[in-house]
DNA sequence: GACATATGAATGAACG
DNA sequence: CGTTCATTCATATGTC
């Protein structure tokens, strides 16, 4: 239905239709608002995949400058595009959590050490592996109660040297992905 | 398993049609999306108008564990149908208030049981009032809240000529009735 | 059955 | 980083 778009508000005479394919900048030249092109939306979920969670504004500028390649892009929408990624993970995480039915541990360790390289491409100093502690139950399930001296306020805790990694165990069926990025 | 729609991403492909899998109704349980009984809406819609606008990730459970009772439902169905039923909410209004000069609909409440005890059940911390801050003038601001270096160009022109707030109409503030569940 | 609307789901952007 | 808002996509439902 329509929106509100009767006269202001409307900051950018958006098409409607969006499925306008892999076209790039198809969408209009004008957009408000990043729509990534299923090029870009598998690179930067290989990437993610790959374990790179928050890249360094270095990182940044090189994904998007990449990623230009395949439609118009800006830095900010990688950075947002992670920031998104990492914590919509987390959240459905969360919310799935409980309210799974068939009350299934299963705890899947074997993940194959596959070729890592693409995130290495854009990797400048740190490891940045995955570290997420997999979290069964909610830290901060009531309104308040946020106990600072419990919180791991580690800026620098990218380090990262002993603590074990483990792979989501989501369903990251991805296809052979024939990614290369020889430009790199 | 009641799988479904998960996935990720699975736009921009222009794949109109995803297989003629229309299923049926809410007692059908061959779902590609959840589709609310009439008690889960109710009870749903009684919540809102109650004042609770955005639950908790722990309130969200509660509800819909409790919701479950009258059909397959998650978690994240609860956040989504809050998620969207305020923003609509929003929409609407505002769709209304700027050219509001004889606009006689107005919207009409069928709702006539009122119960605040119902929200009283999922509140955990704070008076979940309606107590929303309209935001009149856009914080976007630039070079600020860059995070790590990132320079954000917020060039974003979110134009925010628009209405002033206007209070609800819905009360929140009903009698005392005694709407008892029986599941609670 | 096409069309219009209502609404579940997703996600870009941004706030605190 | 967790949350929230806005906008859009996709599908269910209702009407003719």
Not at 23 to 48: D, H, I, M, Y
Not at 151 to 177: A, K, Q, Y
């Amino acid at each position: 239905m329509d929106e509100g778009m009767s006269g202001f508000l409307m900051r950018s005479g958006s098409v409607r239709g969006k499925s306008g394919s892999t076209a790039s900048s198809a969408t209009g030249t004008k957009c408000g608002r990043w729509n990534p092109t299923t090029e870009q939306v598998k690179l930067l979920t290989e990437l993610f995949r790959s374990g790179l969670r928050t890249p360094s504004t270095d990182q940044i500028q090189k994904i998007s400058t990449q990623l230009s390649f395949y439609g118009k892009i800006e830095s900010k929408n990688v950075f947002y595009w992670f920031q998104n990624h990492k914590a919509r993970e987390r959240q459905k995480r969360r919310k799935v959590s409980f309210d799974d039915k068939d009350v299934v541990i299963r705890r899947q360790n074997s993940f194959n050490t596959s070729s890592q390289s693409l995130a290495d491409m854009y990797r400048v100093s740190e490891p940045d592996r995955v570290i997420e502690t997999l979290q069964l139950f909610p830290i901060n399930s009531f309104g308040e109660s946020e106990p600072e001296n419990l919180r791991l306020h580690g800026n620098e805790c990218r380090d990262s040297s002993t603590m074990f990694s483990c792979t989501m165990d989501e369903e990251i069926e991805h296809p052979p992905l024939e990614l290369r990025l020889s430009f790199l």
